[in-house]
């Protein structure tokens, strides 16, 4: 069985002080549900998010993110930060290949699988970002798409248990714009992306590799998205950044999910 996975990427929001009151709320009002949680602050956020985290009697299972890294472990990279330097401040998982990070920044399905390998090398967790645009929909390339993320991201990448890499598929048209994806279109990019691990990987493996499903996910409309079958979690901007809305929104996604599953 798959447990649901929800995560918070908070993207560039959030100074310390914000960041610590948000985890500090949003501890207090926790209650474990059976699903794992991670939280993505920036960069300048992870040392005292992580340390809140870590003493908490959740930190088993909320875990911390991070949002990008380099693929080198130092040198000349101006501005960048290695997994070494992100390690050493208890991260756990690494989003990678996020649409933003492709679009605003140069993000390639090669610098991806650069950032994978490091990744594992660094006995990291990649969240492994994919998506397509409104226009690529529109042309009937949706799966093509997702194919050739997944296909050179992966490129040369061995994994061998579920545990190894989360995906999150995130329609660049759905997020931040309030237009999720209709259930029966998420559904059907998750079973997609399942089949295509499981030539790449094995058809057990696939099974147990968790697909999370991104863009305008709000307390709302949860319900419905955690009920598909391939769906085992969310990757959620805009309503994770305030504690109620991410701690409905655990609450039903998960409860939504064990119904399903009972
Ligand atoms: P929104 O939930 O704000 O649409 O953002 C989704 C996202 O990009 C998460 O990585």
């Not at 000349?76 to 070494?84: D, H, I, P, Q």
Request: glycine share 8%.
């Amino acid at each position: 069985m798959r447990k649901p996975i929800i995560a918070a990427n908070w993207k560039m929001n959030k100074t310390i002080k914000e960041s610590k009151l948000f985890v500090q709320n949003f501890l207090f009002d926790y209650a474990p549900i059976g699903c794992d949680i991670v939280i993505c602050p920036p960069v300048t956020s992870l040392s005292s998010v992580g340390s809140l985290l870590s003493d908490s009697k959740h930190s088993s299972s909320i875990k911390l993110g991070t949002q990008n890294c380099h693929w080198e472990e130092n040198g000349a990279y101006t501005g960048e930060v290695s997994l070494t330097m992100l390690k050493e401040l208890a991260v756990n998982s690494v989003i990678v290949g996020h649409s933003e990070r492709r679009e605003y920044f140069a993000e390639t399905n090669q610098t991806v699988n650069k950032k994978l390998k490091s990744i594992y090398s660094q006995n990291l967790r990649p969240i492994l970002c994919i998506g397509e645009s409104l226009e690529q929909r529109e042309s009937g390339n949706t799966f093509t798409v997702l194919s050739t993320q997944l296909n050179e991201g992966l490129d040369d990448i061995s994994i061998t248990s579920g545990e190894d890499i989360i995906i999150a598929y995130e329609p660049i048209w759905a997020i931040g714009t309030g237009n999720v994806a209709t259930p029966k279109q998420i559904q059907a990019v998750h079973s997609f992306i399942r089949e295509t691990l499981a030539i790449l990987y094995s058809q057990s493996i696939a099974g147990t590799i968790r697909i999370q499903y991104g863009g305008s996910v709000k307390p709302a409309n949860i319900e419905s998205i955690m009920q598909l079958k391939d769906v085992d979690g969310a990757l959620v901007g805009g309503a994770s950044l305030e504690p109620d809305d991410f701690l409905s929104l655990i609450q039903i996604g998960c409860k939504a999910k064990e119904q399903i599953l009972s």
